[in-house]
Protein backbone atom coordinates (compact mmCIF):
# COMPACT_ATOMS: atom_id res chain seq x y z
CA UNK A 1 0.00 0.00 0.00
CA UNK A 2 1.29 2.86 -0.84
CA UNK A 3 2.44 5.75 1.78
CA UNK A 4 0.27 8.71 1.80
CA UNK A 5 2.74 11.76 0.36
CA UNK A 6 3.12 14.55 2.66
CA UNK A 7 3.10 17.30 0.95
CA UNK A 8 5.30 20.69 1.67
CA UNK A 9 4.96 24.11 0.85
CA UNK A 10 6.14 25.18 -2.69
CA UNK A 11 9.86 26.10 -3.42
CA UNK A 12 10.61 26.79 -6.45
CA UNK A 13 13.84 23.95 -8.22
CA UNK A 14 17.12 25.67 -7.63
CA UNK A 15 19.19 25.94 -10.56
CA UNK A 16 22.17 23.90 -11.11
CA UNK A 17 25.88 25.40 -9.27
CA UNK A 18 27.82 24.29 -12.67
CA UNK A 19 31.33 25.68 -10.98
CA UNK A 20 31.12 22.84 -8.85
CA UNK A 21 32.92 19.81 -10.48
CA UNK A 22 30.41 17.12 -9.89
CA UNK A 23 27.63 19.03 -11.63
CA UNK A 24 29.92 19.81 -14.30
CA UNK A 25 31.07 15.60 -14.87
CA UNK A 26 27.11 14.83 -14.60
CA UNK A 27 26.00 17.41 -16.76
CA UNK A 28 29.01 16.12 -19.53
CA UNK A 29 27.79 12.39 -19.12
CA UNK A 30 24.15 13.10 -19.93
CA UNK A 31 25.48 14.83 -22.78
CA UNK A 32 27.46 11.99 -24.03
CA UNK A 33 24.30 10.07 -23.26
CA UNK A 34 21.79 12.13 -25.67
CA UNK A 35 24.68 11.87 -28.41
CA UNK A 36 24.93 8.58 -28.40
CA UNK A 37 20.91 8.61 -28.95
CA UNK A 38 20.44 10.72 -31.62
CA UNK A 39 18.87 10.26 -34.73
CA UNK A 40 16.36 7.42 -33.83
CA UNK A 41 13.41 7.15 -35.76
CA UNK A 42 10.01 8.20 -33.54
CA UNK A 43 6.03 7.56 -33.66
CA UNK A 44 2.73 9.10 -32.92
CA UNK A 45 0.95 8.20 -29.69
CA UNK A 46 -2.39 7.68 -29.46
CA UNK A 47 -4.24 6.09 -26.58
CA UNK A 48 -0.99 4.77 -25.69
CA UNK A 49 -1.00 3.04 -28.99
CA UNK A 50 2.76 3.67 -31.25
CA UNK A 51 1.33 4.79 -34.49
CA UNK A 52 4.48 4.20 -37.33
CA UNK A 53 4.19 6.40 -40.77
CA UNK A 54 6.05 6.59 -43.97
CA UNK A 55 6.56 9.71 -44.40
CA UNK A 56 8.34 11.66 -41.60
CA UNK A 57 10.39 14.78 -40.86
CA UNK A 58 13.54 15.35 -38.98
CA UNK A 59 14.50 17.48 -35.92
CA UNK A 60 18.35 19.10 -36.50
CA UNK A 61 20.77 20.30 -34.26
CA UNK A 62 20.10 24.16 -34.87
CA UNK A 63 23.70 25.10 -33.92
CA UNK A 64 25.16 21.77 -35.88
CA UNK A 65 22.54 21.60 -38.96
CA UNK A 66 24.35 18.34 -40.42
CA UNK A 67 23.25 16.43 -37.24
CA UNK A 68 20.03 15.08 -36.88
CA UNK A 69 18.64 14.81 -33.55
CA UNK A 70 15.25 12.84 -33.95
CA UNK A 71 13.10 11.69 -37.24
CA UNK A 72 9.57 11.74 -36.70
CA UNK A 73 6.58 9.92 -38.35
CA UNK A 74 4.48 13.42 -39.99
CA UNK A 75 0.99 13.29 -38.56
CA UNK A 76 0.35 15.79 -41.51
CA UNK A 77 0.79 13.34 -43.91
CA UNK A 78 -2.54 11.95 -43.22
CA UNK A 79 -3.82 14.47 -40.65
CA UNK A 80 -7.64 14.61 -41.43
CA UNK A 81 -7.61 10.77 -39.73
CA UNK A 82 -5.38 10.99 -37.15
CA UNK A 83 -7.24 14.24 -35.18
CA UNK A 84 -10.24 12.48 -35.84
CA UNK A 85 -8.75 9.75 -33.87
CA UNK A 86 -6.83 11.58 -31.46
CA UNK A 87 -10.04 13.57 -31.03
CA UNK A 88 -12.25 9.98 -30.71
CA UNK A 89 -9.48 8.71 -28.34
CA UNK A 90 -9.38 11.29 -25.53
CA UNK A 91 -13.40 12.28 -25.77
CA UNK A 92 -13.28 8.55 -24.48
CA UNK A 93 -10.59 8.76 -22.06
CA UNK A 94 -12.40 12.28 -20.50
CA UNK A 95 -15.28 9.98 -19.38
CA UNK A 96 -13.15 8.35 -16.77
CA UNK A 97 -10.28 11.20 -16.29
CA UNK A 98 -12.55 13.94 -15.39
CA UNK A 99 -14.12 11.62 -12.19
CA UNK A 100 -10.83 10.91 -11.29
CA UNK A 101 -10.26 12.61 -7.99
CA UNK A 102 -8.07 15.89 -7.94
CA UNK A 103 -5.73 14.34 -5.15
CA UNK A 104 -5.04 11.42 -7.84
CA UNK A 105 -4.83 13.45 -10.53
CA UNK A 106 -2.01 16.01 -8.68
CA UNK A 107 -0.15 12.47 -7.78
CA UNK A 108 0.88 11.95 -11.30
CA UNK A 109 2.33 15.27 -11.55
CA UNK A 110 3.84 15.29 -8.72
CA UNK A 111 5.38 11.41 -9.66
CA UNK A 112 6.65 13.10 -12.98
CA UNK A 113 8.42 15.95 -11.24
CA UNK A 114 10.37 13.30 -9.05
CA UNK A 115 11.63 11.60 -12.37
CA UNK A 116 12.60 14.69 -13.95
CA UNK A 117 14.66 15.82 -11.13
CA UNK A 118 16.20 12.77 -10.90
CA UNK A 119 16.70 13.17 -14.83
CA UNK A 120 17.65 16.55 -14.67
CA UNK A 121 20.59 16.73 -16.75
CA UNK A 122 19.46 14.50 -19.68
CA UNK A 123 16.41 16.69 -20.48
CA UNK A 124 18.86 19.63 -20.03
CA UNK A 125 21.10 17.52 -22.87
CA UNK A 126 18.15 16.92 -25.28
CA UNK A 127 17.30 20.67 -24.73
CA UNK A 128 20.97 21.47 -25.77
CA UNK A 129 21.06 19.71 -28.98
CA UNK A 130 17.89 20.33 -30.11
CA UNK A 131 17.03 24.28 -29.48
CA UNK A 132 20.94 25.12 -29.02
CA UNK A 133 19.94 26.38 -25.63
CA UNK A 134 23.43 27.08 -23.40
CA UNK A 135 24.19 24.46 -20.08
CA UNK A 136 22.89 27.94 -18.01
CA UNK A 137 19.12 28.34 -20.17
CA UNK A 138 19.14 24.39 -20.58
CA UNK A 139 19.03 24.00 -16.83
CA UNK A 140 16.77 26.66 -15.86
CA UNK A 141 13.89 25.17 -18.45
CA UNK A 142 14.51 22.13 -16.61
CA UNK A 143 13.88 23.75 -13.05
CA UNK A 144 10.81 25.56 -14.81
CA UNK A 145 9.32 22.14 -15.78
CA UNK A 146 9.24 20.78 -12.35
CA UNK A 147 8.19 23.88 -10.62
CA UNK A 148 5.17 23.94 -12.97
CA UNK A 149 4.55 20.26 -12.00
CA UNK A 150 5.19 20.44 -8.03
CA UNK A 151 3.00 23.90 -8.51
CA UNK A 152 -0.15 23.18 -10.38
CA UNK A 153 0.03 20.08 -8.44
CA UNK A 154 -0.98 22.03 -5.35
CA UNK A 155 -2.80 24.17 -7.02
CA UNK A 156 -5.12 21.64 -7.68
CA UNK A 157 -5.28 20.25 -4.92
CA UNK A 158 -6.92 23.67 -3.55
CA UNK A 159 -8.85 24.09 -6.19
CA UNK A 160 -10.09 20.70 -5.44
CA UNK A 161 -11.47 21.60 -1.75
CA UNK A 162 -14.71 23.08 -0.70
CA UNK A 163 -14.83 26.78 -1.74
CA UNK A 164 -15.86 29.60 -0.16
CA UNK A 165 -19.00 31.00 0.28
CA UNK A 166 -21.62 33.16 1.18
CA UNK A 167 -23.82 31.78 3.69
CA UNK A 168 -27.56 31.50 2.46
CA UNK A 169 -30.17 33.19 3.98
CA UNK A 170 -32.66 30.28 2.72
CA UNK A 171 -33.10 26.44 4.53
CA UNK A 172 -30.27 25.28 2.12
CA UNK A 173 -26.89 23.70 1.46
CA UNK A 174 -24.65 25.54 -0.78
CA UNK A 175 -21.26 24.46 -2.98
CA UNK A 176 -19.72 25.56 -5.64
CA UNK A 177 -17.09 22.82 -7.33
CA UNK A 178 -15.07 23.77 -10.32
CA UNK A 179 -15.24 20.64 -13.14
CA UNK A 180 -13.23 19.99 -16.47
CA UNK A 181 -14.02 21.88 -19.17
CA UNK A 182 -13.24 18.69 -22.13
CA UNK A 183 -10.87 17.86 -24.89
CA UNK A 184 -8.28 20.48 -25.35
CA UNK A 185 -5.57 21.21 -28.17
CA UNK A 186 -1.79 21.92 -26.76
CA UNK A 187 0.22 24.00 -29.30
CA UNK A 188 3.78 24.87 -27.06
CA UNK A 189 6.61 26.62 -28.67
CA UNK A 190 10.46 25.40 -29.57
CA UNK A 191 11.97 28.02 -27.58
CA UNK A 192 11.02 26.16 -23.91
CA UNK A 193 10.77 22.85 -25.06
CA UNK A 194 10.01 21.18 -22.05
CA UNK A 195 9.41 23.83 -19.28
CA UNK A 196 5.92 25.37 -21.50
CA UNK A 197 5.35 22.32 -23.23
CA UNK A 198 5.09 20.73 -19.96
CA UNK A 199 2.82 23.63 -18.18
CA UNK A 200 0.27 23.70 -21.12
CA UNK A 201 0.02 19.99 -20.81
CA UNK A 202 -0.13 19.39 -17.47
CA UNK A 203 -1.82 22.20 -16.34
CA UNK A 204 -4.92 21.01 -18.57
CA UNK A 205 -4.27 17.73 -17.56
CA UNK A 206 -4.25 18.05 -13.73
CA UNK A 207 -7.43 19.90 -13.63
CA UNK A 208 -9.28 16.63 -15.39
CA UNK A 209 -8.87 17.61 -18.78
CA UNK A 210 -7.90 15.05 -22.04
CA UNK A 211 -5.17 16.43 -24.40
CA UNK A 212 -3.94 16.47 -27.60
CA UNK A 213 -0.13 17.68 -27.55
CA UNK A 214 0.88 18.83 -30.97
CA UNK A 215 4.96 19.84 -30.27
CA UNK A 216 6.75 22.23 -32.31
CA UNK A 217 8.35 20.95 -35.36
CA UNK A 218 11.78 22.37 -33.90
CA UNK A 219 11.48 20.48 -30.70
CA UNK A 220 9.34 17.36 -30.74
CA UNK A 221 12.34 15.13 -29.08
CA UNK A 222 11.84 16.80 -26.11
CA UNK A 223 8.27 16.92 -25.71
CA UNK A 224 8.20 12.98 -27.06
CA UNK A 225 10.95 12.25 -24.35
CA UNK A 226 7.99 13.56 -21.80
CA UNK A 227 5.77 11.40 -23.08
CA UNK A 228 7.84 8.58 -21.69
CA UNK A 229 8.17 9.93 -18.30
CA UNK A 230 3.96 10.32 -18.57
CA UNK A 231 3.96 6.43 -19.79
CA UNK A 232 6.38 5.70 -17.01
CA UNK A 233 4.44 7.05 -14.52
CA UNK A 234 1.39 5.21 -15.00
CA UNK A 235 -0.71 8.30 -16.47
CA UNK A 236 -3.80 6.89 -17.84
CA UNK A 237 -3.96 6.10 -21.99
CA UNK A 238 -5.15 8.74 -24.01
CA UNK A 239 -5.02 11.91 -21.30
CA UNK A 240 -2.25 12.98 -23.46
CA UNK A 241 -1.58 12.28 -27.21
CA UNK A 242 1.16 13.28 -29.22
CA UNK A 243 0.17 14.50 -32.68
CA UNK A 244 4.02 15.66 -34.10
CA UNK A 245 3.68 16.93 -37.73
CA UNK A 246 5.76 18.97 -40.09
CA UNK A 247 3.91 22.09 -40.65
CA UNK A 248 0.62 23.65 -39.43
CA UNK A 249 -2.18 21.16 -40.55
CA UNK A 250 -2.28 18.97 -37.83
CA UNK A 251 -2.80 21.97 -35.56
CA UNK A 252 -5.48 23.98 -38.09
CA UNK A 253 -7.79 21.17 -37.86
CA UNK A 254 -7.43 20.64 -34.25
CA UNK A 255 -8.76 24.78 -34.03
CA UNK A 256 -11.33 23.71 -36.46
CA UNK A 257 -12.28 20.24 -34.82
CA UNK A 258 -16.21 21.14 -33.00
CA UNK A 259 -15.29 18.57 -29.63
CA UNK A 260 -12.53 20.73 -28.83
CA UNK A 261 -13.45 21.98 -26.29
CA UNK A 262 -9.91 24.30 -25.54
CA UNK A 263 -6.68 25.46 -27.25
CA UNK A 264 -3.71 26.39 -24.99
CA UNK A 265 -1.25 28.21 -27.49
CA UNK A 266 2.17 29.76 -27.10
CA UNK A 267 3.84 31.45 -30.42
CA UNK A 268 3.70 33.90 -32.73
CA UNK A 269 1.03 36.63 -33.01
CA UNK A 270 0.23 35.99 -36.54
CA UNK A 271 -0.54 32.24 -35.46
CA UNK A 272 -1.99 33.13 -32.29
CA UNK A 273 -4.47 35.88 -33.91
CA UNK A 274 -5.38 32.92 -36.73
CA UNK A 275 -6.02 30.57 -33.25
CA UNK A 276 -8.53 33.02 -31.69
CA UNK A 277 -10.60 33.74 -35.16
CA UNK A 278 -10.66 30.21 -36.06
CA UNK A 279 -11.51 29.21 -31.98
CA UNK A 280 -14.65 31.79 -32.21
CA UNK A 281 -16.45 29.92 -35.33
CA UNK A 282 -18.71 27.39 -34.66
CA UNK A 283 -19.04 24.65 -36.02
CA UNK A 284 -21.71 21.83 -36.49
CA UNK A 285 -21.93 19.88 -33.36
CA UNK A 286 -20.12 22.30 -31.50
CA UNK A 287 -22.09 23.19 -28.32
CA UNK A 288 -19.49 25.50 -26.36
CA UNK A 289 -17.62 28.42 -26.96
CA UNK A 290 -14.23 27.29 -27.08
CA UNK A 291 -11.58 28.98 -24.78
CA UNK A 292 -8.88 29.77 -26.12
CA UNK A 293 -5.65 30.76 -23.71
CA UNK A 294 -2.85 32.16 -25.85
CA UNK A 295 1.03 33.96 -25.28
CA UNK A 296 1.89 35.72 -28.69
CA UNK A 297 5.18 37.30 -27.28
CA UNK A 298 6.63 40.92 -27.34
CA UNK A 299 8.45 43.73 -28.21
CA UNK A 300 9.97 44.23 -24.61
CA UNK A 301 11.47 47.23 -23.68
CA UNK A 302 14.26 48.50 -21.05
CA UNK A 303 13.96 52.07 -19.52
CA UNK A 304 17.56 53.11 -18.37
CA UNK A 305 16.88 56.75 -16.36
CA UNK A 306 19.16 59.33 -15.81
CA UNK A 307 19.74 58.55 -11.91
CA UNK A 308 20.20 54.41 -12.92
CA UNK A 309 23.03 51.99 -11.30
CA UNK A 310 25.04 52.01 -15.07
CA UNK A 311 27.15 48.57 -14.15
CA UNK A 312 23.57 46.45 -12.90
CA UNK A 313 21.73 48.04 -15.78
CA UNK A 314 24.07 47.16 -18.27
CA UNK A 315 24.41 43.90 -17.12
CA UNK A 316 20.74 43.23 -17.16
CA UNK A 317 20.44 44.06 -20.47
CA UNK A 318 22.95 42.03 -21.83
CA UNK A 319 21.27 39.64 -20.10
CA UNK A 320 17.84 40.49 -21.17
CA UNK A 321 18.96 40.71 -25.13
CA UNK A 322 21.13 38.11 -25.71
CA UNK A 323 20.24 35.02 -23.54
CA UNK A 324 19.21 32.30 -25.63
CA UNK A 325 19.87 34.49 -28.43
CA UNK A 326 17.40 36.96 -28.09
CA UNK A 327 14.70 33.60 -28.47
CA UNK A 328 12.00 34.66 -25.80
CA UNK A 329 9.35 36.40 -25.71
CA UNK A 330 10.31 38.65 -22.66
CA UNK A 331 13.93 39.50 -24.26
CA UNK A 332 14.80 42.84 -24.47
CA UNK A 333 14.97 44.34 -27.74
CA UNK A 334 13.96 47.80 -27.06
CA UNK A 335 16.76 49.69 -25.26
CA UNK A 336 15.02 53.38 -24.13
CA UNK A 337 17.81 55.41 -22.52
CA UNK A 338 17.97 58.91 -21.07
CA UNK A 339 20.56 61.60 -23.15
CA UNK A 340 22.08 62.22 -20.09
CA UNK A 341 24.05 58.45 -19.29
CA UNK A 342 23.22 57.32 -23.02
CA UNK A 343 26.63 57.00 -23.80
CA UNK A 344 28.22 55.82 -20.97
CA UNK A 345 25.38 53.00 -20.65
CA UNK A 346 26.26 52.24 -23.85
CA UNK A 347 30.00 51.76 -23.73
CA UNK A 348 29.47 49.13 -20.59
CA UNK A 349 26.66 46.96 -22.58
CA UNK A 350 29.17 47.15 -25.70
CA UNK A 351 31.87 45.54 -23.49
CA UNK A 352 29.81 43.09 -21.70
CA UNK A 353 28.65 41.89 -24.87
CA UNK A 354 31.65 41.63 -27.02
CA UNK A 355 33.06 39.66 -24.20
CA UNK A 356 30.41 37.09 -24.53
CA UNK A 357 31.69 33.66 -25.49
CA UNK A 358 29.93 32.48 -28.48
CA UNK A 359 30.27 28.71 -29.45
CA UNK A 360 28.91 25.13 -29.78
CA UNK A 361 26.23 24.51 -26.64
CA UNK A 362 27.49 21.19 -25.52
CA UNK A 363 30.59 23.48 -24.21
CA UNK A 364 30.37 24.44 -20.38
CA UNK A 365 31.57 27.76 -21.39
CA UNK A 366 29.15 28.70 -24.24
CA UNK A 367 26.89 31.98 -23.39
CA UNK A 368 25.41 32.20 -27.18
CA UNK A 369 24.90 29.87 -29.76
CA UNK A 370 22.99 29.54 -33.36
CA UNK A 371 19.25 30.89 -33.58
CA UNK A 372 16.60 28.26 -34.34
CA UNK A 373 16.53 27.73 -37.99
CA UNK A 374 16.97 29.08 -41.79
CA UNK A 375 13.96 31.01 -41.26
CA UNK A 376 14.89 32.72 -38.24
CA UNK A 377 18.65 33.31 -39.35
CA UNK A 378 17.13 34.85 -42.44
CA UNK A 379 14.55 36.97 -40.84
CA UNK A 380 17.37 38.21 -38.06
CA UNK A 381 20.01 39.65 -41.14
CA UNK A 382 17.10 41.12 -42.95
CA UNK A 383 15.82 43.40 -40.06
CA UNK A 384 19.42 44.27 -38.89
CA UNK A 385 19.55 45.41 -42.91
CA UNK A 386 15.95 47.13 -42.02
CA UNK A 387 17.12 48.56 -38.98
CA UNK A 388 19.90 50.35 -40.50
CA UNK A 389 17.92 51.18 -44.02
CA UNK A 390 15.64 53.14 -41.82
CA UNK A 391 18.12 55.23 -40.23
CA UNK A 392 19.76 53.23 -37.61
CA UNK A 393 23.67 52.66 -37.07
CA UNK A 394 25.13 49.52 -36.29
CA UNK A 395 27.20 49.75 -33.08
CA UNK A 396 27.87 46.31 -32.60
CA UNK A 397 27.34 42.38 -34.67
CA UNK A 398 25.22 42.60 -37.75
CA UNK A 399 26.71 39.23 -39.15
CA UNK A 400 25.39 35.62 -39.53
CA UNK A 401 27.13 32.22 -40.42
CA UNK A 402 25.55 29.20 -41.59
CA UNK A 403 28.05 27.00 -42.30
CA UNK A 404 27.67 25.00 -39.74
CA UNK A 405 24.70 26.32 -37.40
CA UNK A 406 22.27 29.48 -37.90
CA UNK A 407 24.80 31.72 -36.17
CA UNK A 408 23.90 35.45 -35.79
CA UNK A 409 26.36 37.65 -34.02
CA UNK A 410 24.85 39.88 -31.20
CA UNK A 411 23.54 42.85 -32.45
CA UNK A 412 23.32 46.35 -31.40
CA UNK A 413 21.61 49.29 -33.24
CA UNK A 414 21.59 52.94 -32.25
CA UNK A 415 19.86 55.99 -33.23
CA UNK A 416 16.72 53.87 -34.04
CA UNK A 417 13.78 56.21 -34.35
CA UNK A 418 10.27 55.14 -32.53
CA UNK A 419 7.97 53.76 -34.85
CA UNK A 420 10.90 52.12 -37.01
CA UNK A 421 10.39 48.87 -37.99
CA UNK A 422 13.26 46.79 -35.60
CA UNK A 423 11.67 49.27 -32.94
CA UNK A 424 8.47 47.84 -33.62
CA UNK A 425 8.95 44.36 -35.08
CA UNK A 426 9.35 41.11 -32.79
CA UNK A 427 12.32 40.01 -34.11
CA UNK A 428 13.23 36.85 -31.79
CA UNK A 429 17.03 36.75 -32.51
CA UNK A 430 19.87 38.76 -30.86
CA UNK A 431 19.06 42.18 -32.10
CA UNK A 432 19.15 45.28 -29.42
CA UNK A 433 17.49 48.17 -31.17
CA UNK A 434 18.76 51.68 -28.47
CA UNK A 435 16.08 54.66 -28.76
CA UNK A 436 17.84 57.80 -27.17
CA UNK A 437 14.97 60.05 -24.98
CA UNK A 438 15.29 63.07 -24.05
CA UNK A 439 13.88 61.86 -20.10
CA UNK A 440 11.39 59.70 -18.49
CA UNK A 441 7.99 61.28 -19.93
CA UNK A 442 9.37 60.61 -23.22
CA UNK A 443 10.68 56.92 -22.36
CA UNK A 444 7.60 55.65 -20.69
CA UNK A 445 5.97 57.00 -23.98
CA UNK A 446 8.73 55.20 -26.02
CA UNK A 447 7.77 52.22 -23.73
CA UNK A 448 4.12 51.68 -24.52
CA UNK A 449 3.84 52.80 -27.94
CA UNK A 450 3.59 49.41 -29.10
CA UNK A 451 1.18 46.79 -29.86
CA UNK A 452 2.42 44.38 -27.38
CA UNK A 453 2.69 44.44 -23.77
CA UNK A 454 4.33 41.62 -22.10
CA UNK A 455 8.04 42.50 -20.28
CA UNK A 456 9.77 45.47 -18.84
CA UNK A 457 12.24 47.18 -16.58
CA UNK A 458 12.94 50.26 -15.48
CA UNK A 459 16.81 51.19 -13.69
CA UNK A 460 15.90 54.11 -11.63
CA UNK A 461 16.81 54.92 -7.94
CA UNK A 462 14.09 57.06 -7.63
CA UNK A 463 10.95 55.25 -5.90
CA UNK A 464 8.76 57.96 -7.46
CA UNK A 465 9.87 56.91 -10.91
CA UNK A 466 9.47 52.93 -9.91
CA UNK A 467 6.08 53.81 -8.87
CA UNK A 468 4.72 55.62 -11.84
CA UNK A 469 5.61 53.03 -13.84
CA UNK A 470 3.81 50.85 -12.01
CA UNK A 471 0.66 52.74 -12.86
CA UNK A 472 2.20 53.87 -16.77
CA UNK A 473 4.40 51.41 -17.85
CA UNK A 474 1.41 49.36 -19.37
CA UNK A 475 3.01 45.18 -19.85
CA UNK A 476 2.24 42.40 -18.18
CA UNK A 477 5.63 41.51 -16.18
CA UNK A 478 6.77 44.45 -15.02
CA UNK A 479 10.54 44.40 -13.46
CA UNK A 480 12.59 47.11 -11.78
CA UNK A 481 16.59 47.33 -11.70
CA UNK A 482 16.71 43.51 -12.70
CA UNK A 483 16.40 42.01 -16.10
CA UNK A 484 12.90 41.55 -17.70
CA UNK A 485 13.71 37.77 -18.21
CA UNK A 486 13.58 34.86 -16.15
CA UNK A 487 10.03 34.94 -14.41
CA UNK A 488 9.96 32.33 -11.84
CA UNK A 489 7.05 29.89 -11.52
CA UNK A 490 4.29 31.21 -8.30
CA UNK A 491 6.45 34.22 -7.85
CA UNK A 492 6.24 36.07 -11.00
CA UNK A 493 2.92 34.56 -12.77
CA UNK A 494 3.29 35.17 -16.35
CA UNK A 495 1.62 36.86 -19.18
CA UNK A 496 1.03 39.95 -21.24
CA UNK A 497 -1.52 42.46 -22.39
CA UNK A 498 -2.53 43.53 -25.67
CA UNK A 499 -1.07 41.67 -28.67
CA UNK A 500 0.69 39.33 -26.23
CA UNK A 501 -1.99 37.37 -25.44
CA UNK A 502 -4.90 36.71 -22.83
CA UNK A 503 -2.78 37.43 -20.11
CA UNK A 504 -3.29 33.93 -18.56
CA UNK A 505 -0.53 34.64 -15.87
CA UNK A 506 1.06 30.82 -15.86
CA UNK A 507 2.45 29.84 -13.19
CA UNK A 508 0.08 32.10 -10.90
CA UNK A 509 -2.70 30.87 -8.55
CA UNK A 510 -5.53 31.55 -10.70
CA UNK A 511 -3.72 29.59 -13.70
CA UNK A 512 -5.60 27.03 -13.62
CA UNK A 513 -9.07 27.98 -13.93
CA UNK A 514 -8.28 28.28 -17.80
CA UNK A 515 -9.06 24.90 -17.76
CA UNK A 516 -11.95 24.41 -15.39
CA UNK A 517 -15.57 25.41 -14.81
CA UNK A 518 -17.24 26.45 -11.91
CA UNK A 519 -20.56 24.56 -10.77
CA UNK A 520 -23.02 26.39 -8.15
CA UNK A 521 -25.02 23.43 -6.43
CA UNK A 522 -27.53 24.21 -4.22
CA UNK A 523 -29.86 21.88 -2.11
CA UNK A 524 -32.80 22.62 -0.03
CA UNK A 525 -32.45 21.25 3.94
Known sequence: MQTKRIINEFRNEPFTDFSKAENRKAMLEAIEQVRSELGKEYPLIIGGERIWLEKKFQSINPANKLQVVGVFCDADSDAENLVEKAVETATE??????????????????????????????????????????????????????????????????????????????????????IPLGVGAIIPPWNFPLAIMCGMTMSAVVTGNTTILKPSPDAPTVAYKFMEILEEIGLPKGVVNFLAGSGTLVGELLVAHPRIRFISFTGSKAVGLKIYEEAAKTRPGQKWMKRVIAEMGGKDAIIVCDDANLEEAATGIVQSAFGFQGQKCSACSRLIVDEKVYDALLEKVIELTQSLKIGDPTSPDTQMTAVINQKAFDKALTMIQKGIEEGGKLLLGGKGDNSVGFYVEPTIIENVKPGSTIEQVEIFAPVLA?????????????????????????????????????????????????????????????GGFNMSGTDSKAGGSEYLLHFLQGKSIAQKI
Open 93 to 178: AFKTWQCTPPEERAEYLFRAAELLRHRKHYFSAWMIFEVGKTWAEADADTAEAIDFLEFYGREMLRWGKPQPLIPSPLPEKNELIY
Open 434 to 494: VIKVKDYDEALAVANDTEYGLTGSVYSTSQEKLDRAKREFHVGNLYFNRKCTGALVGVHPF
